[in-house]
């Protein structure tokens, strides 16, 4: 099965689990307050007063990217595989009224699970669309500020997902994202696993080789900043629960991945 069909089918049943009230964490567990090193403690109880139980319990990022997007009022918001739909809704908050946020994933179920969050959560400036962060359907020029949590590392072609993220962004637009990024060579036998993709760990980029693609790309002023070093005892359950040998692996994993806040502009203006 190709990479793109297992993230599918993962979140696929993470969205039917979360609409059931039994969701998984990204890296594993019962539900969204389990503990897990990647998606626990992201967001402040203030941010997600009068969201509905179901949001929280899809949310399987490893960040929060609406922290740092420093969102205005009256802007266009995207979010790159929205899931079950938190950062979209506190985006459409940030925004305003005048303001909106879209949501993209490509999971039915969670589309339908997001919808109906927004239901609950009575916020009306916002819109959820099916489609691939590959493949964006919006028209160029029409987002100010571009969001993802833990997303673009599941992409099997990175190079054209950041691609089409620039296409969309307004000259003078920005992305801001989290994603799990790897200090170094990931290792070869971690690459082996498919599986890991869905636990936010494969996939991931090297720090300087996210900068080479987004700067590629077309972004200028990347940043990356780190807000969370993973040790070997993070990864233990993680790589138990797949099946492979957690007492040889962990150790070659100690302290290389980390979950990082990226950041980039768009030029104001063509070149030339």
């Known amino acids: 099965m190709e990479t793109k069909e297992v993230v599918r089918e993962h979140y696929r049943k993470l969205a039917q689990r979360a609409a059931g009230k039994g969701a998984s964490c990204c890296g594993g567990?019962?539900?969204?307050?389990?503990g897990d090193p990647i998606?626990?403690?992201?967001?402040?109880?203030?941010?997600?007063g009068g969201l509905p139980l179901e949001v929280l319990q899809a949310s399987l990022g490893c960040g929060n990217p609406t922290a740092v997007a420093e969102l205005k009022p009256g802007e266009v918001v995207l979010d790159l595989g929205s899931g079950g739909g938190i950062d979209v809704l506190l985006s459409a908050r940030r925004v305003g009224p005048t303001g909106k946020a879209y949501g993209l994933d490509m999971t039915d179920e969670m589309l339908a699970l997001a919808r109906e969050n927004q239901?609950?959560?009575?916020i009306?400036?916002?819109?959820?669309?099916?489609?691939?962060?590959?493949?964006i359907?919006?028209?160029d020029n029409s987002v100010d500020v571009i969001i993802?949590?833990?997303?673009?590392?599941l992409s099997a072609n990175k190079d054209r997902a950041l691609a089409e993220a620039l296409r969309v962004l307004r000259p003078g637009g920005r992305l801001a994202v989290a994603d799990i990024v790897v200090r170094g060579e990931m290792p070869t036998e971690l690459r082996r696993y498919v599986e890991l993709l869905v636990g936010c760990i494969a996939g991931a980029l090297g720090d300087d080789e996210y900068r080479r693609k987004l700067t590629a790309a077309g972004f200028e002023a990347v940043e990356i900043e780190p807000f969370r070093i993973y040790r070997a005892e993070d990864a233990a359950d993680l790589l138990a629960q797949a099946?492979?040998?957690?007492?040889a692996l962990a150790p070659l994993i100690d302290g290389r991945f980390m979950s990082a806040f990226i950041r980039a502009h768009k030029a104001a203006h063509a070149c030339c």
């Not at 567990?29 to 389990?34: H, I, M, T």
């Not at 239901?119 to 009575?122: E, L, P, S, Y």
């Not at 009306?124 to 493949?135: H, R, S, T, Y």
Request: charged fraction near 25%.
């Open 29 to 34: 567990g019962e539900n969204s307050a389990c």
């Open 119 to 122: 239901r609950k959560a009575a």
């Open 148 to 153: 993802s949590n833990c997303v673009i590392n």
């Open 39 to 48: 998606t626990s403690n992201l967001y402040s109880i203030e941010e997600i």
């Open 124 to 135: 009306e400036n916002v819109e959820f669309l099916k489609g691939e962060i590959e493949q």
């Open 243 to 247: 099946g492979l040998d957690a007492k």
């Open 137 to 139: 359907p919006l028209p």
